[in-house]
Structure formats: structure tokens, C-alpha cells
């Protein structure tokens, strides 16, 4: 699946979903698609991605305890 880095904008590929939907996971490990040579794998956190559109991801992909009200 490909997502944006919000603070470059450059295109991720990321490697493992199942990190990237577990919410209780705040990094997962993405390869950067710029440039011609394929880059190495990296991790990074969940909170710094977004979808190409811009929209950000899901709170339930983020946040573990997103059904308990905070305050």
C-alpha cells in the first residue's frame, strides 16, 4: 500500500500492513519510492503518514483506545 510522509511528501510503500493497522504499533517499516533505485527499508512512525490524498489515516489504525473517551 502506498501512503505520503506528511512532512516531505514523498510516496512510501509500506511492507508490513499488519503493523500499519495494529494500533497498538506506533512504527512500521516503509521503503521510500524516489529516485530510480529501489531504497531500504526504514521505519517510521504511523503518525508522520497520511494517504496520497492528504486525508489522514484512521484513528482505529492509530490509537489502541480510541473507543474510550479522553478527559
Known amino acids: 500500500m502506498f501512503l505520503k510522509e506528511t512532512r516531505t ?4 510503500d509500506v511492507i508490513d500492513m499488519g503493523s500499519l493497522i495494529n494500533p497498538f504499533t506506533r512504527q512500521v517499516d516503509v521503503q521510500y519510492q ?10 517510521i512512525d504511523k503518525q508522520n503518514l497520511a494517504f496520497p490524498s492528504g486525508e489522514q489515516l ?4 492509530i490509537n489502541g483506545y480510541y473507543r474510550f473517551k479522553q478527559g
Not at 484512521?58 to 489504525?61: F, L, Q, S, V
Open 9 to 12: 511528501g514523498d510516496l512510501v
Open 34 to 43: 524516489s529516485g530510480e533505485d529501489l531504497a531500504d527499508p526504514v521505519t
Open 58 to 61: 484512521p484513528e482505529c489504525w
